[in-house]
């Protein structure tokens, strides 16, 4: 089945950096998602980006299919941005694949 | 909307009881999925309903586990007996394409 891989696996930023997070897939894929784990625990959804790119605020991604991999931009980061950050995909059907997550801190 | 409606938000219970979590789909989804999450094996899949109808159940972990859908409106997972080993918050999702959580159940089995 498909495979989804994230990097790197923690990052640690000062207040008001700049961060690129790293999906890859290991197969063609009709689904992608970014979610955020707040350090409540609630999953929230960022994306849903099977290609392109969009914007949210101090947020975008862009996901190139062809290439099988997906990047989550997050801009003058926030400490309310710390948390882990998943990336998911399916190739068919409704089951998403999680990647193991990128755990963000960032330092006030 | 209200989004994925799962009760309880908590619960705690003694080893052999048996537990029933609750989870309320967005309405209109036509998919619904049961996650468990623990610290060591991560996000993991235990069952997805499309239609109402169970189409994937092999992360169900052993019998003591089952799921079920009556209606495009509720689900529940049962455990019976619980051990401790079951321990873990416990995620309802829903989607037709875009898949959302809802707020987990947070399971303590003493």
């Known amino acids: 089945g498909i495979q989804v891989e994230q990097s790197p696996p923690d990052l640690i930023l000062q207040e008001g950096a700049n961060s690129t997070l790293r999906c890859n897939f290991s197969?063609?894929?009709?689904?992608l998602q970014w979610f955020h784990q707040n350090p409540w625990g609630q999953l929230i959804n960022l994306f849903y980006?099977?290609?392109g790119t969009k914007q949210n605020g101090r947020l975008s991604a862009t996901t190139v299919a062809t290439e099988r991999y997906s990047l989550l931009y997050i801009s003058s980061s926030q400490t309310t941005d710390s948390g882990v950050y998943f990336c998911a995909a399916t190739r068919g059907g409704g089951k998403l694949i999680f990647g193991q997550g990128t755990e963000l801190s960032v330092k006030p | 909307d209200a989004g994925v409606i799962q009760s309880p938000r908590h619960e705690v219970t003694e080893m052999g009881q048996e537990v029933t979590l609750r989870c309320k789909p967005i309405?209109?989804?036509?998919?619904l999925f049961w996650y468990r999450q623990t610290m060591m094996r991560g996000l993991e899949l235990l069952i997805y309903?499309?239609?109402?109808?169970?189409?994937?159940d092999s992360g169900m972990p052993e019998d003591r586990f089952s799921a079920k859908m009556p209606n495009a409106s509720f689900s529940t997972l049962k455990i019976q007996p619980s051990e401790p080993r079951d321990s873990a918050v416990y995620f309802c999702?829903?989607?037709?394409?875009?898949?959302?959580f809802g707020p987990g159940t947070r399971l303590t089995v003493l």
């Open positions: 309405s209109g989804h036509n998919s």
């Open positions: 197969d063609s894929v009709n689904n």
């Open positions: 309903f499309n239609n109402n109808v169970p189409i994937d």
């Open positions: 980006i099977p290609s």
């Open positions: 999702a829903s989607s037709n394409n875009e898949q959302f």
